[in-house]
Nanobody, 112 residues
Framework: QVQLVESGGGLAQPGGSLRLSCAAS????????MDWFRQAPGKEREFVAT????????YYADSVKGRFTISRDNAKNTAYLQMNSLKPEDTAVYYC?????WGQGTQVTVSS
């Protein structure tokens, strides 16, 4: 059974940092791109960042460019999202996505 499990969410102050992890199990995703999406209350789910299977190519939404960094460790079947300079508008549930699979999400709240 394929599972994507996000972790690392929580409460951060504006300007703070969090690091999200997405651990995949049930199969190897080393040949797939891995993505992060987020959904804020009352809004549609939106794209945040993606990383190619090799990790050599990344792409970010304009809203997070320069503040967030996506990475992956294929040996661990895990993707990461380093979030710096957090803003209140980054508050959302963050989801990992690979192929047709979605994680259950992890809540990120940015508030003073």
């Amino acid at each position: 059974q394929v599972q994507l499990v996000e972790s690392g969410g929580g409460l951060a102050q504006p300007g703070g940092s969090l690091r999200l992890s997405c651990a995949a199990s049930g199969r190897t995703f080393s040949s797939y791109a891995m993505d992060w999406f987020r959904q804020a209350p009352g809004k549609e789910r939106e794209f945040v960042a993606t990383i190619s299977w090799s990790g050599g190519s990344t792409y970010y939404a304009d809203s997070v460019k320069g503040r967030f960094t996506i990475s992956r460790d294929n040996a661990k079947n895990t993707a990461y999202l380093q979030m710096n300079s957090l803003k209140p508008e980054d508050t959302a549930v963050y989801y990992c996505h690979v192929g047709v699979y979605w994680g259950q999400g992890t809540q990120v709240t940015v508030s003073s």
